[in-house]
């Protein structure tokens, strides 16, 4: 009975600590996610405007078929826009979550320096992947011959997109700033889901720890188990979010 006390009674201590971990975190997040929301929306307005107005064109003028050619040229063009408006703010925001994880592992002496690689690479990454999904769906309708289709679409990303990118950014540089500075201090990483908030997905990665920098959390294309026992698969995954909306955070051991 002591036992199973004193294992109930570090557990307590442990999921306490892990409370206090996230809410200093998201102390740090709430200062920037109004910023980083409006930096989102703009991006988006920017976006969903000139696309409208092509395709308004091409409606007026069925002569003018290169919607896709054109769409193709816009989105070359297009990761400069979301690098003047977003990287400032995420690279503050990163520079500040340094700071707060750092405290966590007992670090001092802090220099940006540390984790600016790591920092550039995510950002890059990010507007790799916002513009590969953006142009990607709208290239899916329009081979479809279907421009209604894609102004639904861009109506649907007026109103939902900044919001589910503010997400995925708040969430993303939290967890490689965490999987840097933990790591570069020489402790293991665990995977930890917030009490009462994990789908059944970060259920299954609960607890699971890496300890070398080379290593990953879900092997490219593993299988998980969804809600209705669905097989689930995901790329290779480093830090949260492990999919949409995803609040998962990364602790040291």
Same mark, same amino acid.
Request: proline share 1%.
């Given at each position: ?14 999921? *306490? ?7 200093? *975190?998201? *102390?740090?997040?709430? *200062? ?14 920017? +976006?969903? $405007? ?17 919607? +896709? ?27 500040? #979550? ?45 081979? +479809? ?28 540089? #939290? ?25 059944? $997905?970060?259920?299954? $990665? ?16 593993? +299988? ?30």
């Amino acid at each position: 009975d002591n036992d199973q006390s004193r294992g109930l009674q570090k557990r307590g201590v442990e999921r *306490r600590s892990l409370d206090q971990v996230i809410k200093v *975190r998201d *102390r740090v997040k709430k *200062r920037y996610i109004t910023l980083i929301r409006d930096a989102s929306q703009k991006i988006v307005n920017r +976006e969903t $405007l000139a696309i409208s107005r092509q395709v308004e064109k091409i409606l007026k003028d069925r002569s003018n078929p290169d919607f +896709e050619d054109w769409l193709v040229s816009f989105y070359k063009e297009f990761p400069e826009y979301i690098n003047k408006n977003l990287r400032a703010i995420l690279l503050s925001y990163a520079e500040a #979550m340094q700071e707060v994880v750092s405290g966590e592992v007992g670090i001092d002496e802090i220099d940006f320096e540390d984790i600016s690689d790591d920092a550039r690479d995510y950002i890059d990454g990010y507007i790799r992947q916002y513009i590969g999904s953006s142009r990607g769906q709208l290239l899916g309708l329009s081979q +479809e011959k279907d421009l209604q289709a894609v102004q639904k679409r861009l109506e649907e990303w007026k109103e939902k997109k900044a919001d589910k990118e503010t997400s995925e950014t708040t969430t993303g540089v #939290m967890g490689f700033v965490a999987r840097s500075v933990i790591l570069g201090a020489g402790y293991a990483l665990v995977w930890r889901n917030r009490s009462g908030k994990s789908c059944s $997905l970060c259920k299954q $990665l609960e607890g699971r720890t890496i300890k070398k920098k080379s290593q990953a959390f879900t092997d490219e294309n593993e +299988e998980f188990k969804d809600d209705k026992g669905n097989a689930v698969t995901f790329r290779k995954t480093r830090y949260p979010g492990l999919h949409k909306d995803c609040q998962c955070v990364l602790v040291a051991e």
